[in-house]
């Protein structure tokens, strides 16, 4: 699911960067720098999702389950939450 979504973000901001580009359009090219931001939420939220889809496996549970409990403190510190 992240997986798509990234490669989605990545799509459309490089469609939007080559339309504005060949038009010259200030208004499409700031979407494209939107969209750009989006492609790096994305790319942010792509670990988690491996983890958490590793996390539901039988085998290596204990390991993917510390792991998250490990990153998770920072996550909550890169959005502001903790302190």
Known sequence: MAL???LAAVALTTFKIVVGAATGSLGILAEAAHSG???VAA???LPES????LYLRPLGTAAVSAAIQ?????RLELAGVAK
């Open 4 to 6: 798509g979504s990234l």
């Open 37 to 39: 931001l989006d492609t």
């Open 43 to 45: 790319l942010l939220t």
């Open 50 to 53: 491996v983890l958490r889809r």
């Open 70 to 74: 490990w990153l998770d403190p920072y």
